[in-house]
Each structure stands twice: as structure tokens, then as C-alpha cells.
């Protein structure tokens, strides 16, 4: 779980015991809120962007300092929610 400082960090160290540095991180956060941004409260909304955005830097945070030396690539991408919109 990118959740969380320690999710992030117990994730990479178990990829890295099973299989090695990765070369490669894809985030797709899965958190989105299907409704009216006049029916959205700012509690609701700062759930969502917690979720997404902390799941997005803890797993960077944790890539970069495994392939700071030998680089790699990282990939993150938003939900069909940011395509459609729902205002």
C-alpha cells in the first residue's frame, strides 16, 4: 500500500527481496469521486487528492532512491474522470 510512508517503503523492500530493483514505476491511483463539485465537500475532496497524490509521491520517493544512480522511468497517469469531467 503507496499509502502511507511505511506502505511505500515495506513495497519497494519486498520488490527488491523478490525480484530486484525495479527499472520501471506505474502509478494509476484509483481514487475519484463520481459526483457535482457543488455536491462535493472540501472533506470529500481532500480525501481524494490525499489519496491519489500520497500514493504518487511515497512510490516516487521510494523509486528515486533506488535508481537515482542507474535511472529509470516512471509512469503516472490519471482515471477517465479527468477525460469527462464532472461538474
Not at 519497494?12 to 514505476?25: D, I, L, N
Not at 491511483?29 to 457543488?38: E, F, H, R, S, V
Request: hydrophobic share 50%; proline share 2%.
Amino acid at each position: 500500500d503507496l499509502a502511507t510512508e511505511a506502505g511505500a517503503a515495506e513495497a519497494f523492500s519486498a520488490c527488491v527481496r523478490a525480484a530486484g530493483s525495479p527499472a520501471a514505476f506505474v502509478n494509476a491511483a484509483g481514487n475519484t469521486l463520481l459526483q457535482p463539485i457543488a455536491r462535493t465537500s472540501t472533506a470529500q475532496l481532500r480525501e481524494v487528492f490525499q489519496a491519489n497524490f500520497d500514493t504518487s509521491w511515497f512510490g516516487l520517493r521510494e523509486f528515486v532512491a533506488l535508481r537515482r544512480k542507474d535511472g529509470g522511468a516512471a509512469v503516472l497517469f490519471s482515471s477517465i474522470v479527468a477525460r469527462i469531467g464532472v461538474a
